[in-house]
């Protein structure tokens, strides 16, 4: 769950609704970012990325003074119009608040393959920007949201020699989650003193850890980003406490990510998938998502059906060499459902159902004998995810 939403000194804010969206609620976002702030940021690996995301990443170069956020729509797919589009939305921006174009890291997200309406943002950027104030992160983390049911938010605190330094996360992410940058966006900031070269490398690692190991539904989007954003001003700089601040960032990371898929679409389940002993992280990671992808499991999840067998057949078409069946031990919980390749002896239907009828579910998978462990958090299948899918543009 979400915690208060601390402050971040150098950060101010705004939300309004500019009739992006196809209803009142708030969907064109403003962070201004004060002089000296330092930004990194990780993007989708989608081939179709926004025009948005390639804006972005090419302004991250500048400097950065402001990030605009719009949903609604996510301007991906549009072709020359689109980048045209975005560009005009930062100088907008830029002109509002005395900053130069390339200083404006633009994100987009919403329905693909629709032009953003730029007069839109021509008559709300001006009166959001007079709204920019240092208590409004929390209607950003309203107004990024799409199918989201609720607001991700996450912070946490440190000290260094009597020094507290603060983070503080929002998210958005409902459907289209899969590693690549798990459609999400999510802003970190902080007050901590760093270079953007070790920022890039904490919100890197960070990232690898959360949102890179979540999935609702196997598809990346177009638009996924992540940033990291400080500000320095809590007179604590990453240099004096590099591995503390990962450790906290981590965390903060990690708690959007499960947030994320706590509400996903149409979920009932939180699902964690672990698996240990592979050849390598990558022999892990290829089961856990093999089976985390499977309709037939998640399926199975959803109406609390102990059907192991599903669980089974996706471990074995996993893509790695030298899986051996007799390696392979599945449990659900604590619940020991096959040993050595085979059904334990002492499962029962009734304890495989008690463990699928919980709302958090841990499926461990031995696949051999190391001590490499990899996790990644999905959820079940629902009625509901379908019919929200299928009438997303309705």
């Known amino acids: 769950m979400s915690n208060t939403l601390l402050n971040i000194k150098g950060i101010s804010s705004a939300a309004i609704n500019a009739q992006i969206k196809n209803n009142d609620a708030l969907d064109l976002s403003i962070i201004h970012l004060t002089e000296g702030t330092t930004t990194a940021g990780v993007f989708t690996q989608n081939v179709f990325c926004a025009a948005p995301v390639l804006v972005a990443k090419n302004h991250l170069q500048y400097s950065p003074l402001a990030l605009l956020i719009n949903s609604g729509n996510a301007n991906a797919g549009t072709g020359t119009q689109g980048m045209q589009n975005t560009v005009t939305t930062c100088k907008i921006l830029a002109n509002e608040l005395g900053i130069k174009l390339e200083q404006v890291l633009p994100f987009s997200t919403g329905v693909i393959g629709q032009q953003l309406d730029v007069s839109k943002f021509e008559a709300s950027v001006p ?18 949201l799409t199918t989201d049911l609720v607001e991700k938010t996450h912070s946490k605190t440190f000290e260094v020699n009597g020094k507290v330094v603060s983070i503080t996360g929002i998210a958005k992410g409902s459907g289209m ?8 966006l999510s802003f970190i900031f902080t007050d901590i003193g760093a270079t953007q ?34 500000t320095a001003k809590s007179g604590v700089e990453l ?12 965390e903060v990371a990690q708690s959007l990510a499960h947030q994320i898929i706590k509400d996903g679409e149409g979920a009932t389940k939180f699902v964690e998938v672990c698996v240990k002993g592979g050849e390598s992280n990558d ?17 199975a999840l959803f109406a609390s059906d102990a059907n192991w067998g599903r669980i089974l057949a996706a471990v074995g078409r996993a893509n790695i060499d030298n899986l051996s069946i007799e390696d392979i031990n599945i449990s659900l919980n ?27 579910i841990t499926i461990t998978i031995n696949i051999g004998q190391s001590n490499l462990v990899e996790s990644v958090w999905t959820t079940d299948f629902s009625y509901d995810y379908v019919k929200i899918n299928a009438e997303y543009r309705t």
Do not use: W
């Open 127 to 144: 009166l959001a920007t007079a709204q920019l104030s240092a208590d409004n992160l929390g209607m950003v983390a309203k107004g990024i």
């Open 177 to 184: 989650i899969r590693p690549d940058m798990a459609t999400m």
């Open 197 to 230: 070269a070790q920022l890039q490398e904490c919100l890197t690692k960070a990232v690898n850890q959360s949102f890179n190991r979540i999935t609702v539904d196997g598809d990346t989007s177009t638009n996924d980003a992540c940033t990291l954003s400080a």
């Open 239 to 250: 240099a004096d406490c590099m591995a503390e601040f990962q450790q906290v960032l981590n």
């Open 283 to 299: 022999d892990c990671l290829e089961v856990a998502y093999t089976v985390a992808h499977s309709p037939l499991v998640k399926t």
């Open 334 to 360: 604590s619940v020991s459902i096959v040993k050595a390749g085979e059904p334990d002896e002492s499962y029962t239907e009734a304890a495989g159902s008690a463990e699928m009828a919980k709302e958090d």
